[in-house]
């Protein structure tokens, strides 16, 4: 049995795409699958299951999301071991936030297979990509005229691919919990 992370693009975000975590653990296990927990309210569903096609089990989960609560929405899949890799062996423990920067992990749903030469600046330098595997990206958010810029949307306009972000610390909350 596999131990799975569903990462779920863009709920609860301004009152969109509403979804209790309750419910959402509720539809998991009623669907079958094992160990379902949750983490905070941005759809991060820890899960295990029997079930080895991952492009399967992203579409079984998005159709379980949508007859259950009204919506479609992507899903990002990650195994436990591909979190503990982008934490612990990529060169994010070589990075840092400090209060003019923060680190963002960035999961694509598909491969993205062109090279990206790093580090990548968005347009207005509050995006700066570090690290770019087929699947994540590692950002630094850097304040620009009092605010952050948020990775996510650059990133998917550079990619062409869903995609949802997470900052280390709660990744690190979520593999606790495993």
């Known amino acids: 049995m ?15 795409k509403t979804i209790k975590m309750e419910a959402l653990r509720t539809a998991f296990s009623d669907y079958g699958f094992e160990a379902v927990k949750t983490y905070i309210q941005s759809g991060n569903v820890l899960f295990k299951t029997d079930i080895s096609d991952e492009s399967q089990l992203v579409y079984e989960i998005e159709d379980l999301i949508e007859k259950g609560f ?10 436990t071991n591909d979190l503990e890799f982008i934490l612990h062996s990529s060169p994010i423990g070589k990075l840092s936030t400090n209060k003019e920067a923060k680190i963002y992990i960035t999961f694509l749903k598909n491969p993205f297979q062109q090279f990206i030469s790093v580090p990548l600046y968005s347009k207005n330098k509050d995006i700066e990509i570090v690290f770019q595997n087929n699947l994540d990206l590692i950002s630094f958010s850097h304040e620009v005229k009092g605010s952050y ?30």
């Open 70 to 79: 009204g919506f479609r929405t992507d899903v990002i899949l990650r195994k």
């Open 2 to 16: 596999e131990q799975y992370i569903a990462f779920l693009r863009g709920i609860n975000v301004s009152r969109q």
């Open 149 to 178: 810029g948020f990775p996510n949307s650059f990133i998917e306009k550079l990619t062409g691919i869903p995609a949802t972000t997470r900052n280390p610390n709660t990744l690190e909350k979520i593999l606790a919990m495993v």
